[in-house]
């Protein structure tokens, strides 16, 4: 039974559409973030969202806006990609400080 | 502001090798210190962590002593197996924060020969 999973696993797309990519926990965490892994395999935290309030919004463009239903879930949309969007975007999500994340297996999106 | 620095990559070792990836850190308060293991087209997994200093976390042949002096937190193995190839992250996080951010190291690649 998967921790955290995200859907779709690779995502194929033009420049100027609009997509989501969707994250979902059964840990019982109250916290979940999704972080960008660009081509050099640097990770960077973009949102964080703590029993579905927003904590964490850095410094990302205002196409990409994150969307929590429920402390379970959160979601990723995306308008308007740009070819420099293309990364691995994972989820992860974390009861505390001390214990680490459980991270998804990461969404492959390709802008062309 | 908070950071993390490891050694440049790849780090092409034979089987049976000593590893050891080098990380140091600068944070304003007392982090909690992570290693994270990303292995070819999969996420992060948690390898271990250390949350105050002198701690020695472990876990599968792996280990790293958290050293407040020197602000590092270097990672090492006694002998590498090839299934060991992965990328490496060195992370903190700080336990002053109420936001659990992890902030991490720009990754080391590892290969592991036969």
């Known amino acids: 039974d998967t921790a955290v999973s995200q859907t779709p696993k690779y995502l194929v797309t033009q420049m100027g559409n609009d997509k989501s990519i969707k994250c979902e926990q059964n840990l019982g965490h109250d916290t979940m973030y999704w972080y960008k892994q660009d081509s050099k395999k640097f990770l960077k935290i973009m949102f964080s969202y703590n029993n579905k309030e927003l904590i964490i919004n850095e410094t990302v463009p205002n196409r990409f806006s994150p969307k929590s239903p429920d402390k379970a879930h959160l979601n990723l949309h995306i308008n308007s990609l740009e070819l420099g969007d293309s990364a691995v975007y994972f989820c992860?999500?974390?009861?505390?400080?001390?214990?680490?994340?459980?991270f998804g297996s990461g969404t492959r999106l390709t802008v062309v | 502001g908070d950071s993390v620095t490891q050694m440049e990559g790849p780090v092409t070792l034979s089987e049976e090798a000593f590893l050891t990836i080098n990380c140091t850190y600068t944070?304003?308060?007392?982090?909690?210190l992570f290693w994270y293991v990303q292995y070819p087209g999969e996420g992060l997994q948690l390898l271990l962590k250390a949350t105050k200093a002198d701690d020695k976390g472990s876990n599968k042949g792996f280990e790293a002593t958290y050293r407040k002096e020197t602000t590092s937190f270097h990672l090492e193995k006694g002998s590498v197996q090839v299934s060991d190839s992965a990328v490496y992250f060195c992370?903190?996080?700080?336990?002053?924060?109420?936001?659990?951010?992890?902030?991490f190291g720009q990754g080391t690649t590892l290969q592991v020969k036969p």
């Open positions: 992860a999500s974390s009861q505390g400080t001390p214990d680490g994340y459980t």
């Open positions: 944070a304003t308060g007392y982090p909690s």
């Open positions: 992370a903190l996080s700080l336990r002053s924060s109420n936001t659990g951010k992890l902030i």
